[in-house]
């Protein structure tokens, strides 16, 4: 990896591509720690240290990259926007002009990345309006005495409102100038931005808190996942394809072997952050409602993450997600049409329906492979890093290095790295060819 960065930073145009993303990643950074007007900074620090990273809060400050406990100019940071996007996936199941756009090419997926900007601001108002209420009532550290606004007007609370939803207006457009200007995926490198900037201060406090012992013992068992990741992420079931000779004009066209490579993983990080999404919805609406019998249940099952109901909800739900999220985005009779269309086949199978009927069954069984290996990475630090720090279930150390943070570090580093990679060898082809 160091040797590709080494090389891109020798090729001037690789290198202003790879300044511009750094220098981009900077804004947001800064951005992500300027307060947003209103905000007694001195109390929200306060209120931090008291919350601690366990629970809800230790989820939201690892996605935000403490930028949303701080009450930050980008406290939002790209959650509206994930959110947009995989909301408009869901619905090109069910609205048919979607799934027409989708299949119009350059021209329809525009205009659902129009659709998803306008979903975005407008998740970003609700959001931010949500968080600015919890603020003025004292409910956004609930155990914290401290006032951590200013004022409780509605000026003030007017003004935070218009800060935050701009301000995830401009991280849109900052991820959009990544990818159009940039190195990588602009909304992944951000989110992958985000999670690493809280890893330095998360690995000194638990050396400072339990020791040097537990340190290596928490980096052994997160190297050992992330090494189980790269192998899953980069394994593919290649399924082969023929394509057979056909006369256009004067020319001979096809003849040529190729093949469909389907991952283990289809699904990528999806299901993981769906069902840690849904599991604490229900821990965010306990808060508002602390005495009934339903939140105190919420409370005694969903708090420690190592308890059976918790576990056997996570994973029913990882696995639920990780086979819906493949159905919609792959899709086995549009590819066996088109292959049809232009003369392929898969060796040994007929072409048409039995075709598709064929890529529908190893796609089910790859995403099973695919739904486990998910549900265990997602469930093993935990278990693990409860005998680590047995207090709290392991759930202020899985916040860190659970499946959710550890699958998009990776997944984001490889992605990065291999598009490094394809324009380097397009650089040097050019070259060889002149």
Not at 108 to 128: K, M
């Amino acid at each position: 990896m160091l040797r590709v960065f080494a090389q891109a930073f020798r090729t001037p145009d690789l290198r202003s591509k790879l300044l511009f993303t750094l220098g981009i990643i900077a804004i947001f950074r800064v951005g992500s720690v300027l307060p947003t007007p209103g905000v007694d900074v001195p109390a929200v620090r306060t209120c931090v240290d008291l919350a601690g990273n366990e629970g809800i809060y230790g989820m939201l400050n690892l996605f935000s990259g403490g930028a949303m406990l701080q009450l930050a100019v980008f406290a939002l940071g790209i959650i509206p926007y994930i959110t947009a996007s995989i909301i408009l996936q869901l619905l090109t199941v069910v609205i048919p002009r979607i799934e027409a756009l989708r299949k119009e090419g350059a021209s329809g997926q525009a205009q659902i990345t129009q659709y998803t900007r306008y979903l975005t601001i407008g998740l970003a108002l609700l959001q931010s309006t949500t968080i600015v209420t919890l603020a003025r009532r004292g409910q956004f550290f609930p155990n914290c005495p401290e006032e951590v606004l200013q004022n409780d007007s509605l000026t003030t609370a007017a003004i935070m409102i218009i800060v935050m939803t701009a301000g995830t207006g401009v991280v849109m457009w900052l991820g959009e100038l990544i990818t159009d200007r940039g190195v990588g995926n602009g909304m992944s490198l951000l989110i992958f931005t985000q999670i690493v900037a809280s890893v330095p201060s998360m690995f000194w406090s638990i050396q400072t808190s339990r020791g040097w012992g537990v340190f290596g013992l928490v980096v052994v068992v997160a190297l050992i996942v992330v090494t189980l990741i790269v192998f899953v992420e980069q394994a593919q079931r290649r399924i082969p394809v023929q394509y057979a000779k056909r006369m256009v004009g004067r020319r001979m066209y096809g003849g040529s072997a190729t093949y469909i490579p389907l991952k283990i993983n289809q699904a990528g990080v999806i299901p993981v952050i769906f069902a840690s999404s849904l599991l604490y919805i229900p821990l965010l609406a306990a808060q508002f409602n602390q005495t009934s019998g339903w939140a105190l249940w919420i409370q005694d099952n969903f708090t420690r993450g190592t308890h059976p109901v918790y576990i056997a909800a996570y994973f029913l739900l990882i696995v639920g997600f990780a086979f819906f999220y493949v159905s919609i985005t792959f899709n086995p009779k549009d590819i066996s049409d088109n292959m049809k269309r232009y003369g392929g086949f898969v060796p040994g199978i007929r072409a048409g329906r039995a075709t598709e009927e064929y890529l529908a069954y190893v796609l089910n069984r790859i995403t099973s492979a695919g739904a486990i290996y998910l549900a265990l990475v997602a469930l093993l630090p935990l278990l693990a890093f409860n005998v680590l720090n047995p207090a709290d279930g392991g759930q202020s150390f899985n916040n860190m290095f659970g499946g959710t943070s550890i699958l998009i570090m990776v997944g984001v580093g490889l992605q990065t790295v291999q598009q490094i990679e394809s324009q380097l060898q397009q650089r040097n082809y050019e070259g060889f060819l002149r």
